[in-house]
C-alpha cells in the first residue's frame, strides 16, 4: 500500500511553508495583511462557486447540524489546543496565538474541497498524482503566502494533510463504490460554505469557528444516502 500523493502534497506544503518563513519580517505587516485578504476574496470566490451546485435543502441541513455538533464537541478549541501545544514542542518564534491561527486555517484551507478527495483516489487506485500535483502547487503557493504572515504554525497542517489524504488512498479501493461523482459534488458543496467561511475570517476577521462546521460533512453523505440517492 502507498500514500504517495498525500507524501507528495505535504512536502510541498513545508517547501512552501518554508520558504514563507524566510520571507516573514521581509515583507511589511501593511503588505502582508494586503496579500491574506486578497488570498480571502480569492478562498471566498471558490467557496462560492463549489457552494451553489450543492442541494440547497442539503446544505442547510447539514450546515445547521454539522455547527451544533461542532459546537456541542467543541472542534475549533480542540483544534487551537492542538496547536498551541504543538508550539510549545516545536516553536519559540510565534505565538500559541498565531501559531494556532496558522495551523487551524491552512489545515481547513488544503483539506476542505473536492481535489483532496478526488486526487487521493486517484493516487490510490491508479498510481496517478496529477489532480494532487495540481493541488500541491496550489497549496505550496498558499503556503508559502500563510506563513510569511501567520508563521510557523502553517507548515504542521502537512500533517493531517498526510493522515487525511493518506486514509482515502490506503482505503480508496472501497471508497469509490461510495464516494460517487454525485455525492463528491454534494461535500465539495459543503466545503465551499466552509471555505467562505474561511475567506471571510481573513479578509473581515469575522473569528467564525469554521472548524466547528466539519460534522456537516457527516450530515451531508447521510442526508445524501437517505434522500437524495
Not at 39 to 65: E, F, H, N, P, T
Not at 89 to 105: I, L, M, W
Amino acid at each position: 500500500m502507498r500514500i504517495t500523493g498525500a507524501l507528495i502534497n505535504a512536502v510541498a506544503i513545508v517547501l512552501g511553508g518554508g520558504i514563507g518563513l524566510m520571507l516573514k519580517g521581509k515583507i511589511s505587516e501593511k503588505s502582508a495583511q494586503t496579500v491574506i485578504r486578497a488570498l480571502g476574496l480569492c478562498v471566498c470566490v471558490i467557496g462560492a462557486y463549489r457552494a451553489i451546485y450543492g442541494d440547497v435543502v442539503l446544505l442547510i441541513v447539514s450546515m445547521a447540524l454539522g455547527a451544533f455538533t461542532g459546537e456541542l464537541l467543541k472542534i475549533d478549541d480542540g483544534l487551537r489546543r492542538f496547536g498551541i501545544w504543538m508550539q510549545s514542542k516545536f516553536s519559540k518564534g510565534d505565538n500559541g496565538s498565531s501559531f494556532a491561527e496558522g495551523f487551524v486555517t491552512a489545515t481547513l484551507l488544503f483539506c476542505v474541497g473536492a481535489m483532496a478527495v478526488l486526487g487521493s483516489i486517484d493516487s490510490g487506485l491508479k498510481n496517478d498524482q496529477s489532480i494532487i500535483i495540481s493541488k500541491s502547487i496550489i497549496d505550496a503557493v498558499s503556503a508559502m503566502l500563510f506563513a510569511s504572515s501567520l508563521g510557523f504554525g502553517v507548515l504542521f497542517s502537512a500533517i493531517p494533510v498526510l493522515l487525511y489524504q493518506g486514509g482515502i488512498e490506503l482505503f480508496a479501493g472501497g471508497l469509490q463504490h461510495i464516494l460517487t461523482e454525485s455525492l463528491i459534488i454534494q461535500i465539495s458543496a459543503v466545503g465551499g460554505v466552509m471555505l467562505l467561511g474561511i475567506g471571510f475570517n481573513l479578509v473581515m476577521e469575522a473569528k467564525i469557528r469554521v472548524a466547528n462546521f466539519l460534522p456537516g460533512f457527516l450530515f451531508a453523505v447521510l442526508y445524501y444516502f437517505l434522500l437524495l440517492r
